[in-house]
């Protein structure tokens, strides 16, 4: 196979995995969580786990 040739391939199959990948984010859409999500973090604010980020 020449590289031509291969570089097509390669560019085709690259376009294709996008492609699909796309139109799979789309369709996994959904409207979870339908109600507020409420996070507790067992830290204290200005701790050293705010320091660190």
Same mark, same amino acid.
């Given at each position: 196979?020449?590289?031509?040739? &291969?570089?097509? &391939?390669? &560019?085709? /199959?690259?376009? /294709? /995995?996008? &492609?699909? *990948? *796309? *139109?799979?984010?789309?369709? @996994?859409?959904?409207?979870?969580?339908?109600?507020? /999500?409420?996070?507790? !973090?067992?830290? *204290?604010?200005?701790?050293?786990?705010? !320091?660190? @980020?």
């Amino acid at each position: 196979m020449s590289m031509g040739k &291969l570089r097509k &391939l390669f &560019l085709v /199959v690259g376009i /294709v /995995v996008l &492609l699909t *990948a *796309a *139109a799979y984010g789309q369709s @996994a859409k959904t409207n979870w969580p339908a109600k507020t /999500v409420t996070i507790t !973090i067992p830290y *204290a604010a200005g701790g050293d786990t705010d !320091i660190y @980020a």
